[in-house]
Every structure is written in structure tokens, then in C-alpha cells.
């Protein structure tokens, strides 16, 4: 006998979505998106007249830079090492916490994230790769035009890359959907929690929107810049010690301020590796915090370097 199955029953069996937007991006999503980019930049730009001016001061640094490195590493211990390429298991409330942590860093949902950047690996500076330099060719006309596609135009892009595709194990997990769902809870936090602290710190107003200004708007301007040169500056120039089968190159001058990531060459030579920056002298903060979380026996099965596995990709 036939089985029918109805529109209602098959929905039914289907991962529920999990992001605010779905496969298609809208004009409304591109106009949250653009304001998202463009308010944190100007406060970079004006970053320096307004430390003339005298308006910074040292709470304000110490909340930014802390605020940076604490979103930095959800998105590179986080959104990068664990959800995307599985470098090491974590407990659950680790897992959620990286999740919202992450989330905090204003990049987009958790699920949008992963998908992007697993399709990246896939097609890495080829045909369908979401955002490589080389997308327009080789001249240096051309490689201008692709380093401003991978560094932002990548990201207004009306297709979107599939979610269901790409990451289908994200998409099974409760947890991980309720915090992709949640998204704009997390920038909301994100953006108040520096302007609390700081007006707290000072018991003023003033403290509370300096805060605001270093905590929040240039730390997320500044941030948002360094994540991207990984998809734009390390796929352009660089060294390539390890052998990969795109452009992926080591950056060292932002491997600070990227918590490693810009070891970029081993990362797509070996991408489920836990640790990118393995030869001697190559600092990855990302790799000591997963280090300190499995000491502490909150995450486990790290993907530590093999030694015979990182020599034999070497280049000659």
C-alpha cells in the first residue's frame, strides 16, 4: 500500500531553521548588516580624535580589551576550532557558553557562521568558495576587486550558503539552535555589557558611555576587521610552509589580535587540528585556551599535533 505523506508531516520531519533569516538574504537583513559594519568602523575611524580628546581612559581600556579577547576566542575557540571543524569535544555547559560567547562577537548566528565557513573548505579559492581573493582572477586590478569581496562584499551576497548542507549536525542540536535563534539577544548583551560595567566602575554616565564608544563600538569595529583579513589578507600574502591545495597563508603580525588564526596555511593543510600556529615561535592563544578547558576536564578528544602528520605536509 501507498504511504502518503502530508505537507504538515513532512515539516514535521525536518530540522527546525536555525537562524533569523533563511537561504536567501533579504533587503532587511542587508540594511541590519550594513549598519552592523559601517557604526563600529566610524567609531574606529574616530577612535584616535576622541582618545585626543580625552576620552579614554584606563577603565576603558581594560573592559575593551577584555571584551575583544573574550568575543575573539568564542569565535576562534568557539565558532572556528569546535563547531566548525570538530577539533574537540566539550561538556555541554562549555559548548553552550562558546556558543553565545561567539555569538557576542556580532559575526552572525552560529548555524550562518559554521555553513559559510565549512562551504570555504570545500571550494577554498575555487569555484564556490564564498569569499576567496581570487574570485576575479590574478592581475592586481582583479586581486583589489577580490580582497574587497572576501573582506566584506562576501557578505552581502543575496544566496546564502545552505544551511541544511552544511551543517546538518548543528541543525539537530536543541541547544545550538535556541542560541542561533536567540542572536540578537547576544548583541544586545554584547553592546551593553561594557556601558553596565563602566558605569558601574565610575558610578557615572560619562563612565557608562566611554565604556559604550572603546567596549563596545571600536572593540566590535576592530574585531570584525581582524576576522575578516584572515579570509582576505592570509589568503593573498604570507608564507606557505605546509602544503594545501589553495592560497592559505601565515600572517604573523596578526596572529595577536586574531588569537592565532592567522597561521592560516596549517589550518587549511590540516583543519581539524586544534592548534594553527605549530612551528616554533607561533603564538596561538586559541590553542592555550583549549589547552587550559581540557586541563580543567571540561573539554576532551583535542586534536593536538601529530608530529609525523604535520612533517609529512611540509612543503618540500
Same mark, same amino acid.
Given at each position: 500500500?501507498?504511504?502518503?505523506?502530508?505537507?504538515?508531516?513532512?515539516?514535521?520531519?525536518?530540522?527546525?531553521?536555525?537562524?533569523?533569516?533563511?537561504?536567501?538574504?533579504?533587503?532587511?537583513?542587508? #540594511?541590519?548588516? &550594513? $549598519?552592523? *559594519?559601517?557604526?563600529?568602523? =566610524?567609531?574606529?575611524?574616530?577612535? %584616535?580624535?576622541?582618545?585626543?580628546?580625552?576620552?579614554?581612559?584606563?577603565?576603558?581600556?581594560a573592559i575593551a580589551v577584555f571584551m575583544y579577547f573574550l568575543t575573539c576566542g568564542g569565535v576562534t575557540v568557539g565558532y572556528h576550532r569546535y563547531f566548525?571543524?570538530?577539533?574537540?569535544?566539550?561538556?555541554?555547559? #562549555?559548548?553552550? &557558553? $562558546?556558543? *553565545?560567547?561567539?555569538?557576542? =562577537?556580532?559575526?552572525?548566528?552560529? %548555524?550562518?557562521w559554521v555553513a559559510?565557513?565549512?562551504?570555504?573548505?570545500?571550494?577554498?579559492?575555487?569555484?564556490?568558495?564564498?569569499?576567496?581573493?581570487?574570485?576575479?582572477?590574478?592581475?592586481?586590478?582583479?586581486l583589489w576587486k577580490g580582497m574587497w569581496h572576501a573582506h566584506i562584499g562576501w557578505l552581502f551576497d543575496e544566496e546564502q550558503t545552505p544551511q541544511h548542507k552544511y551543517a546538518p549536525d548543528?541543525?539537530?542540536?536543541?541547544?545550538?539552535?535556541?542560541?542561533?535563534?536567540?542572536?540578537?539577544?547576544?548583541?544586545?548583551?554584547?553592546?551593553?555589557?561594557?556601558?553596565?560595567?563602566?558605569?558601574?566602575?565610575?558610578?557615572?554616565?560619562?563612565?557608562?558611555?566611554?565604556?559604550?564608544?572603546?567596549?563596545?563600538l571600536v572593540r566590535v569595529g576592530l574585531l570584525h576587521h581582524v576576522t575578516w583579513s584572515i579570509n582576505s589578507i592570509c589568503h593573498t600574502i604570507g608564507e606557505r610552509p605546509f602544503l594545501s591545495r589553495d592560497k592559505s597563508a601565515n600572517v604573523w603580525w596578526l596572529a595577536i589580535p586574531s588569537m592565532g588564526e592567522s597561521w592560516h596555511n596549517l589550518h587549511h593543510a590540516d583543519p581539524t587540528c586544534a592548534r594553527h600556529g605549530v612551528l616554533p615561535g607561533q603564538l596561538d592563544a586559541s590553542a592555550r585556551i583549549i589547552w587550559l578547558l581540557e586541563k580543567a576536564g571540561w573539554v576532551s578528544d583535542v586534536r593536538w599535533p601529530v608530529k609525523e602528520r604535520i612533517e609529512a605536509r611540509l612543503a618540500a
Open positions: 500500500m501507498e504511504t502518503r505523506v502530508t505537507a504538515t508531516q513532512h515539516r514535521q520531519t525536518e530540522p527546525a531553521r536555525a537562524t533569523l533569516g533563511g537561504d536567501t538574504q533579504s533587503r532587511k537583513e542587508q #540594511v541590519a548588516l &550594513a $549598519l552592523f *559594519i559601517l557604526v563600529p568602523f =566610524a567609531a574606529v575611524l574616530a577612535a %584616535v580624535p576622541v582618545a585626543w580628546g580625552g576620552w579614554l581612559g584606563w577603565t576603558d581600556v566548525t571543524h570538530k577539533s574537540f569535544k566539550p561538556n555541554r555547559p #562549555v559548548k553552550i &557558553a $562558546l556558543a *553565545i560567547i561567539g555569538s557576542m =562577537a556580532v559575526q552572525g548566528p552560529l %548555524v550562518r559559510d565557513h565549512r562551504k570555504h573548505h570545500k571550494f577554498s579559492d575555487r569555484d564556490g568558495d564564498p569569499h576567496s581573493p581570487w574570485k576575479y582572477g590574478e592581475s592586481i586590478p582583479a548543528l541543525m539537530k542540536d536543541r541547544d545550538l539552535i535556541w542560541v542561533s535563534k536567540t542572536f540578537w539577544l547576544w548583541v544586545l548583551l554584547s553592546l551593553a555589557l561594557p556601558a553596565v560595567i563602566g558605569g558601574l566602575v565610575t558610578w557615572s554616565w560619562q563612565g557608562a558611555a566611554t565604556a559604550f564608544f572603546w567596549g563596545s
